[in-house]
Every structure is written in structure tokens, then in C-alpha cells.
Nanobody
Framework: QVQLVESGGGLVQAGGSLRLSCAAS????????MGWFRQAPGKEREFVAA????????YYTDSVKGRFTISRDNANYTVYLQMNSLKPEDTAVYYC?????????????????WGQGTQVTVSS
């Protein structure tokens, strides 16, 4: 069992930045891949970014490439999502998730545990 707690969401103007954190419980954190997803009102949950267990490999959806950076600190059981140049269309609830396998990072149903989410609102 892995428990995840997201933080760092909030209200920001377009062009601004936020850093989301996801704190994980469990000593096996460093063996899991981690992902960030988001869900806007009336829309399905969608993949944003993922990072493999070592942090050497990262993956992004096209709409956030060059603006968002995913990273992890295995010593402190935390994964981060640095979000720069935010746009109103980035507004959503952001979730972190744990994935035990190292393939197919995009599908929602490929992840084993989820956090409760943190709201990000970008005003125009």
C-alpha cells in the first residue's frame, strides 16, 4: 500500500509558475515510476508527465513540453511537477500516481495508487 499526498496547488495568473509536490509513504517509493495527471471540469483525466524509478527518464504530453518539469527525490519520497508559463487551459485538479511497471506511462488505468488531488487555477 502506498499513500500519496499532493500539495502546492493554488491560483496563479497566466504566465506564472507553481510547483506541485507529491509526498509518498512506503519504503518502496524508489522502485516505482510516478506520474502526474490532471482533470478539468467535464473532461476525462489526462496524462501530464511521468518519471521512471531512477529519475533518468521523463515523459510529457505535448501540451506541456518545454513548460513543465517532473523530478523526484527518492531520499525524501517526493515527486515534483514544476509548472512554468502557465495558461488558463492548464486549470484542473492535478493528481499524482504510482506505477509499479515501467511501460505505458500514459494510460490512467496503468497506475496502482492515486493521491487526492490538488487544484490549480490559472486566471487570464
Amino acid at each position: 500500500q502506498v499513500q500519496l499526498v499532493e500539495s502546492g496547488g493554488g491560483l496563479v495568473q497566466a504566465g506564472g509558475s507553481l510547483r506541485l509536490s507529491c509526498a509518498a509513504s512506503g519504503r518502496t517509493f524508489s522502485t516505482y515510476a510516478m506520474g502526474w495527471f490532471r482533470q478539468a471540469p467535464g473532461k476525462e483525466r489526462e496524462f501530464v508527465a511521468a518519471i521512471n524509478w531512477s529519475g533518468r527518464h521523463t515523459y510529457y504530453t505535448d501540451s506541456v513540453k518545454g513548460r513543465f518539469t517532473i523530478s523526484r527525490d527518492n531520499a525524501n519520497y517526493t515527486v515534483y511537477l514544476q509548472m512554468n508559463s502557465l495558461k488558463p487551459e492548464d486549470t484542473a485538479v492535478y493528481y499524482c500516481a504510482v506505477k509499479s511497471s515501467s511501460t505505458n506511462y500514459v494510460p490512467v488505468n496503468g497506475y496502482d495508487y492515486w493521491g487526492q488531488g490538488t487544484q490549480v487555477t490559472v486566471s487570464s
